[in-house]
């Protein structure tokens, strides 16, 4: 079974940055398409960004476009969301997730994702 772990996360002011990390289990994780989620309290999960398997395409939701960068380092099984520009509404728990599927395109659903860690906390001061 594929284990996630994610960190980085804690508390920053608006305006500050942050660089989370997902370390994955196993020796396939080069097969994965990679994406980050998050969800605040009361609230749906809510996807964030992906990365196709080399780390040459990726996608992100509009609200975080050109603040968020996703990246991958397949050579330590680790995936990355470095995040600038924060804002209180950024505060979230961050979920990475992993999808073995066929398909070559990264996806912003969470249906096709088959592992997820547990999250981080990312909490945003004004």
């Known amino acids: 079974q594929v284990q996630l772990v994610e960190s980085g996360g804690g508390l920053v002011q608006a305006g500050g940055s942050l660089r989370l990390s997902c370390a994955a289990s196993g020796r396939t994780f080069s097969t994965y398409k990679m994406g980050w989620f998050r969800q605040a309290p009361g609230k749906e999960r809510e996807f964030v960004a992906a990365i196709s398997r080399g780390g040459g395409s990726t996608l992100y939701t509009d609200s975080v476009k050109g603040r968020f960068t996703i990246s991958r380092d397949n050579a330590k099984n680790t995936v990355y969301l470095r995040m600038n520009s924060l804002k209180p509404e950024d505060t979230a728990v961050y979920i990475c997730?992993?999808?073995?599927?066929?398909?070559?395109?990264?996806?912003?659903?969470?249906?096709?994702?088959?592992?997820w860690g547990q999250g981080t906390q990312v909490t945003v001061s004004s």
């Open positions: 997730a992993a999808d073995r599927g066929p398909s070559l395109t990264v996806t912003t659903s969470g249906q096709e994702y088959e592992y």
